[in-house]
């Protein structure tokens, strides 16, 4: 009687084990990290690595040539430039925030595949005049 309840627990420690690993992995696949250009150029391994990069677009640094798009991203001081291959999403401009995936090349310029907006979590209601359009 003692050795089936001692197999049955462990048996039910082994299935919660596994359940638990398999929603970590989950959740290490959805959430959305990134680092900031200070840590990206401060990492030696960084250039060995697919990261997500986060910061403001700096405002005057964005040049386009074909659908070659460049571009500086800034965070808490530090500046890195990234190159982003295709079109950026409509809401994408300067002085706005940005997280770009993609990896830092041995010229310390972060090439980049993709491009997110960073939206704020903050909710302002519109200025304008009632019957006016906000230009937001």
Excluded: C, K, W
């Excluded at 959430?31 to 030696?44: A, K, N, S």
């Excluded at 997280?99 to 310390?108: F, M």
């Amino acid at each position: 009687m003692i050795r089936r309840r001692r197999g049955r627990t462990a048996v039910v420690a082994v299935l919660l084990a596994a359940g638990a690993l398999l929603v970590t992995s989950a959740l290490r696949e959805t959430l959305t990290y990134y680092r900031t250009p200070g840590e990206v150029l401060g990492d030696p391994d960084a250039t060995s690595q697919r990261v997500r990069l986060g910061g403001d677009v700096v405002p005057g640094s964005l040049r386009r040539t074909g659908d070659l798009v460049v571009f500086r991203l800034v965070e808490n001081g530090h500046e890195i430039t990234v190159e982003q291959r295709g079109v950026p999403p409509e809401t994408f401009r300067e002085g706005e925030g940005a997280i770009v995936e993609g990896t830092l090349s041995p010229d310390r310029v972060f090439r980049s595949d993709h491009v997110v907006v960073r939206h704020g979590n903050e909710y302002r209601p519109s200025t304008a005049p009632p019957g006016s359009v906000d230009a937001r």
